[in-house]
């Protein structure tokens, strides 16, 4: 900052006009000053403001998602952001949410760990398969959809689940199913047929001698 020293002593000729002199280049300086400090808060206030309107119009996004998204600051293992749909999928109020520690939302640490080692390398997860723990505790089957992302002026991961876990059930017990069948098939000398509609979709190999052909060939006729 700029500073003004007066003679304190007696003034001699020509010490007016050389004062009068250091004043206005005082107060020019002043001015300068001040319209600089101007301008670099009226920049931070524009910034603060934009930065804000982004906030908010990704709040607003992230709220209208109906699939669960995440934000967590991985230095402290905080959440910094969770939408409704996350907290339905947690089964805890937003206020116990934000701010919770994350290391608990991991089955194990070590997925925490691999996580953050692909994310820190690509910068992203596509389609990741992850088991979470969701409401009360229950292990769900998810695939992660993640990016390193600025939040709030933290590295942050912002993360998008997607509930695989009924699929999961699904295709297991349909796998079991058909492994059952099979293992009964080849265990009976009667014919097994498996149909849809009068199409058949399975059937046993004493099916096929059965009806005289292999039974492949016999997969998506109308046998009844």
Known sequence: ?????????????????????????????????????????????????AVTKGEL????????????????DPAVSRVQFANEAMCEFLGK??????????????LRDEDRVEVMKILYATGKLE?????????GGEERKTLVYSRLVDFEGRQCTLSVLQDTTERVRADEALKESEARLRFLSGATEDGVLVNDGGILTDGNEVLGKLLGQPTESLIGRKIL
């Not at 304190?8 to 280049?25: I, N, Q, T, W, Y």
């Not at 206020?95 to 991991?106: A, C, E, H, P, R």
């Not at 389609?127 to 409401?135: R, S």
């Open 1 to 49: 900052m700029a500073s003004l020293v007066l003679h304190a002593g007696p003034f001699e000729k020509g010490d007016l006009g050389h004062h009068l002199l250091m004043v206005r280049s005082f107060l020019g300086v002043l001015a300068l000053t001040s319209l600089y400090v101007g301008a670099v808060l009226a920049e931070r206030d524009l910034a603060l403001a």
């Open 127 to 135: 389609g990741y398969p992850l088991t979470v723990h969701g409401m």
């Open 57 to 72: 119009r990704f709040r607003t996004v992230a709220e209208a998602l109906a699939v669960p998204l995440i934000i967590i």
């Open 93 to 106: 109020p937003e206020q116990d949410v934000i701010g919770m520690s994350s290391l608990g939302f991991y």
